[in-house]
């Protein structure tokens, strides 16, 4: 089971940016797939989403800016952040979880992580 997170960087606020994370090892439609971030001020659940039944859930940070969805095809889900803001900045990364409905944003229901991918914000 792998996660491998891509398309960090440094950006300007505003604008979009779309993070990629990468599943190989398990068929991730049938299980939820977190988004988190970790910045100085802690970690963040940001971002859920899982295709048996379709769910997604936001926190409420970020909810109208991003969006995530699946590509099965690709094995691949992503995180577009819209209307970035410099508190945006941290490492992103993507988990597997096993949880059944409603989703959560609790970390503890997510395992493995992929390594992350940092983004940072500049003003």
């Known amino acids: 089971v792998q996660l491998v997170e891509s398309g960090g960087g440094l950006v300007q606020a505003g604008g979009s940016l779309t993070l990629s994370c990468k599943v190989s090892?398990?068929?991730?439609?049938?299980?939820?797939i977190g988004w988190f971030r970790q910045a100085q001020k802690g970690r963040e659940g940001v971002a859920s989403i899982?295709?048996?039944?379709?769910?997604?859930l936001y926190a409420d940070s970020v909810k109208g800016r991003f969006t995530t969805w699946t590509d099965v095809a690709k094995n691949t889900v992503y995180l577009q952040m819209n209307s970035r803001k410099p508190e945006d900045t941290a490492t992103y990364y993507c988990?597997?979880?096993?949880?059944?409905?409603?989703?959560?944003?609790?970390?503890?229901?997510?395992?493995?992580w992929g390594r992350g991918t940092q983004v940072t914000v500049s003003s």
């Open positions: 988990a597997r979880g096993r949880l059944d409905p409603p989703l959560s944003l609790e970390a503890g229901h997510y395992h493995p």
């Open positions: 899982s295709e048996s039944p379709h769910s997604t």
């Open positions: 090892g398990f068929a991730f439609d049938y299980d939820a």
